[in-house]
């Protein structure tokens, strides 16, 4: 189906007028020129464009409870459409800049961000999909499946990401195309409004907000999106396995049993070094082992590499500033080289190639190199630990960390010369140490391919096509090389046990398998206990056990880690459980003080909805002015679920609601107890006081309980005491 004329015109004038907008802006001497040059811009603009047309009638929406229309709830509010497919690097990267649009001028100041969700994979048409995208990636604005694209070809839309600044009446008054266009869309979107405010024809009233939420509740995991595997310290260990807990914000490591030996970060975002508790990521992928010692994580959202020491428990920053950067060249060290979503990582041992040892080859050294998946800049980059002589006897510094591969062009390129191939969004990383090859999965163009370590050589592998310009060329096809066919491949693991390479053919559901040899891929069929074939839903990660028989599989929208046995093709789902020492969200100091009575609900689980209220037992008492009054919840395991979890009291009479999500359980087991930790700051006449306590509460499963229990509780604070009763 072709595009309009007309909306081919419109889109093509408005792109050239805001281009050259764009460049008056550029020779601006200050602020006041440039919002004197947009608001004459706006007279012309408002004047001459016309409404577009109204979102199709048939369209599933996301974040609100029904459809938005420009006619009806979307007239008189200036609104930005991101048309967005939710695989797309520079997609997500406009995110955060959205989110600062939106905090800085709300719904009732009259800004909507609408997220058109414009489909490049089938994949991404299915609505189930991109809900969980939008889940993921944390959106919080509507956001429309327009699962024809019909609003992208009237438009005649031409790339993602695409941002259509419309005002309040539909009509189009800026483009924006691409990335990092913050400042531009700040100063656009405020002047929009001042400008039809003045008109008098900007509306204050609100959407019909609903963020959408479906996880599996009974899951610990929230979009796991990497694992990965090491031996034990010593032959009669069992290996321990890292999983990069994306939704969560932390890494988890367990034993090949599922117990959690350690949890490092925690469920929001930030960007933190530090202690296994005090230390923050943001939506984290690649893991990679170094030593039992030493793990390192491609932190995506925060832009950089961090490094976990396990023998002193403590979180650093190796490379990347928390801010996404567009270098494509590096070179620099730490946090003074800028980094852009690093997607995985791997660790890669070699030789030194220094020529002074090579009269005695036991005196080579061996140098450990991190491999990273920069995911968006299109590039492979490394990250040299110590000083080392590698490609061409080229010598890098410790520390440096530089792209080594890679033109940073979106393309299927394939070269002899590593700094002429290009890559299209790589993803997944594995190495193959005898034949020192990295094999890659490039998500974008579809393809798993690989880069010889020893000269930079990169070559194809499977999927994809020859023409390196071609990023269309998907589907489901088992076959040799350029025949077989992915969907968007995030993950990939060598095994050396049976010469394969397992991809995590992600938008295809499925695992697959390419012989090293032969470059022949094949579909994984695994089998569950009750005899079905196990579906997956966009698997994003994949390792081997030191055996070769096991392989662990993060399936990514089922918050699952999968056990696949290579030897019969069985599969079982590995059971993270923690125990009661992690269960513990922190040591909280205070006396505890536990209401007797019990919420009961029933044994399939269900939500109690709890009221606190506050009281003091002295006359004299109050909260200090201006102290910070905090509060937090800890809850046995992470099956259990509050949408909050800790935060401030500014004053008593304010209350507290919780809604404890709780978990499937057993009659037969004891009532659990969770407590809320409360560290306030008191004052008694002219003498002012720390104030720390625990309430303790029971939970119990019980037939004579609620899906939906309700409890209300009094809660008398003293300078000594606390009461805790039934209101």
């Not at 040892?357 to 491999?371: G, N």
């Not at 998946?373 to 440096?400: D, P, V």
């Not at 589907?475 to 350029?482: N, T």
Request: with cysteine; aromatic share 8%; proline share 4%.
């Amino acid at each position: 189906m072709s595009s309009s004329p007309e909306g081919q015109d419109m889109l093509d004038a408005l792109a050239y007028n805001c281009s050259k907008l764009s460049n008056d802006l550029w020779e601006a001497t200050g602020p006041n020129e440039k919002r004197k040059l947009v608001a004459e811009y706006l007279k012309s603009a408002d004047r001459d464009s016309k409404s577009i047309k109204d979102f199709s009638e048939d369209l599933d929406w996301f974040n609100v409870t029904e459809p938005l229309s420009f006619e009806g709830s979307l007239r008189g509010k200036i609104v930005v459409l991101d048309f967005f497919t939710y695989c797309c690097i520079n997609c997500m990267h406009i995110l955060p800049d959205l989110k600062r649009l939106e905090h800085l001028y709300s719904i009732e100041d009259g800004l909507v961000v609408i997220g058109v969700h414009s489909a490049k994979f089938e994949n991404e048409k299915n609505s189930a999909n991109i809900r969980s995208a939008v889940q993921r990636y944390e959106i919080t604005h509507p956001v429309v499946n327009d699962v024809r694209s019909s609003m992208w070809r009237n438009l005649h839309v031409q790339c993602w990401p695409t941002l259509l600044i419309l005002g309040p009446r539909a009509n189009p008054i800026f483009v924006v195309m691409g990335e990092g266009h913050f400042d531009d869309l700040k100063l656009y979107v405020s002047s929009a409004l001042k400008f039809y405010k003045d008109k008098g024809a900007i509306q204050s009233h609100a959407l019909p907000i609903n963020l959408t939420t479906n996880l599996v509740e009974s899951s610990h995991l929230q979009f796991p999106g990497k694992i990965a595997c090491i031996s034990g310290p010593s032959d009669n260990d069992n290996p321990i396995y890292a999983i990069s807990d994306s939704g969560n914000h932390r890494i988890l490591v367990v034993n090949s049993e599922g117990t959690v030996l350690h949890r490092i970060g925690g469920r929001k975002p930030g960007f933190v070094d530090g202690d296994f508790k005090k230390a923050r990521f943001n939506a984290p992928q690649g893991v990679a082992f170094q030593s039992n010692d030493v793990l390192f994580v491609a932190d995506n959202e925060n832009h950089a590499i961090r490094k976990i020491d396990f023998e002193n428990k403590q979180v650093t920053t190796v490379v990347g500033t928390g801010q996404q950067g567009c270098d494509r060249i590096g070179g620099k060290s730490g946090r003074d080289q800028i980094l852009s979503s690093p997607w995985d990582v791997a660790v890669y041992r070699t030789k030194d190639l220094d020529m002074s040892f090579h009269s005695d080859e036991t005196r080579v050294p061996q140098k450990d190199v991190v491999l990273i998946a920069m995911a968006g800049i299109h590039q492979i980059w490394a990250l040299f630990l110590e000083e080392t002589i590698w490609w061409k006897f080229r010598k890098y510094s410790a520390g440096s960390c530089l792209a080594i591969a890679g033109n940073g062009r979106e393309e299927n390129r394939n070269n002899i010369y590593p700094n002429n191939a290009a890559f299209a969004q790589p993803s997944g990383l594995t190495t193959n140490r005898d034949a020192k090859e990295l094999y890659l999965a490039d998500s974008e163009s579809s393809s798993i391919r690989k880069i010889s370590l020893s000269d930079g050589k990169v070559v194809a592998v499977a999927g994809g096509d020859r023409n390196p310009l071609d990023l269309f060329s998907f589907g489901d096809v088992d076959g040799k090389q350029f025949a077989a066919k992915f969907q968007h491949p995030l993950g990939v693991a060598f095994n050396s046990k049976d010469n394969c390479i397992y991809v995590a053919d992600t938008y295809n559901h499925k695992i697959k398998k390419i012989n090293a040899t032969t470059n022949v891929a094949t579909t994984c069929v695994f089998l569950e206990d009750c005899g079905s074939t196990r579906t997956f839903s966009e698997p994003a990660g994949l390792c081997v056990d030191p055996t070769g028989r096991y392989l662990f599989i993060a399936d990514t929208n089922n918050h699952q880690i999968m056990v696949a046995d290579l030897s019969d093709m069985s599969i079982r789902p590995l059971k993270i459980k923690f125990n009661a020492q992690l269960a513990e969200s922190a040591d909280h100091p205070g006396d505890i003080y536990v209401y007797e009575g019990t919420f009961k609900v029933l044994p399939d689980g269900g939500k109690v909805n709890l009221k606190l209220e506050f009281g003091y037992l002295e006359s004299n008492i109050k909260l200090t002015a201006g102290a910070p009054q905090r509060w937090s919840l800890a809850l046995p395991s992470d099956a259990w679920r509050c949408d909050t979890m800790s935060g401030t009291i500014n004053s008593l009479n304010d209350g507290l609601t919780l809604d404890v999500v709780v978990p499937k359980g057993s009659e037969q087991q004891k009532p659990v107890q969770s407590t809320v930790n409360f560290k306030l700051n008191l004052c008694a006449g002219d003498v002012c006081f720390p104030k720390e306590f625990q309430l303790g509460l029971n939970f119990a499963h019980d037939v004579t309980g609620a899906s939906a229990a309700k409890g209300s509780l009094m809660v008398q604070i003293g300078r000594k005491n606390v009461v805790v009763s039934k209101e």
